[in-house]
């Protein structure tokens, strides 16, 4: 329900933020718009937190999915800020968008990762590869269990860009929970994207 409402929110921002725009497509966003830096976003996402935002950037990838997420890059390759495609902007970032500059408009949220989530990760991985050991074998089974999850660029997004393998990760999470526990007193880490509403592709 509350996912729902939320939703909701963001298409009727989307729709004031197209009205205010002169009724432009869906998919372009006012040529008078204030962009807002990645490298700001991503230095200090907490100030943006709940706020409908512009930011720009060239496309390194798209996720294998359907093209739900668009990742954008900052001033440099480690820079980037993964942006998350909604019903209301058609579900999905378009293929042709890849290795090019867009502008993503949208509300920057927060998820949040700590021990129990940690577990939940390695319960279905666990599952993943009794499946795989049952249809494909124990052998394909072993390197899937050794092989860390998600695309290399959303590893890249999280701060896991040279950990290459599941157990590997899992550590690296515990470590920087702690980590951010003992300093800050909270305990699990907190990764930042845009829930986009509309997106429009630049002319290079």
């Not at 962009?35 to 230095?43: E, P, R, T």
């Not at 590893?155 to 950990?163: H, P, V």
Request: net charge negative; with cysteine; aromatic share 6%.
């Amino acid at each position: 329900m509350k996912k729902s409402l939320f939703l909701s929110a963001i298409a009727f921002f989307g729709m004031m933020a197209a009205t205010s725009c002169g009724n432009k497509a869906e998919n372009n966003v006012c040529e008078d718009t204030v962009v807002v830096s990645i490298d700001s976003v991503v230095a200090n996402p907490e100030a943006y937190m709940n706020d409908t935002i512009t930011v720009e950037g060239v496309v390194s990838h798209l996720c294998a999915h359907g093209g739900r997420k668009a990742f954008l890059l900052g001033s440099d390759e480690n820079v980037m800020i993964r942006c998350e495609a909604t019903p209301e902007m058609g579900g999905a970032f378009p293929q042709e968008s890849v290795h090019k500059p867009m502008q993503v408009t949208g509300v920057v949220v927060e998820s949040r990762l700590g021990e129990e989530e940690v577990k939940q990760i390695e319960a279905q991985h666990a599952e993943q590869v009794k499946m795989i050991a049952e249809q494909a074998g124990a052998e394909q089974a072993a390197a899937v269990d050794q092989a860390a999850t998600g695309c290399e660029t959303e590893r890249k997004a999280q701060g896991q860009g040279d950990i290459d393998s599941f157990a590997a990760q899992m550590a690296d999470y515990r470590a920087r929970i702690a980590e951010r526990s003992e300093k800050e007193g909270k305990p699990y880490l907190s990764t930042y994207y845009i829930i986009a509403y509309s997106y429009d592709i630049l002319s290079e």
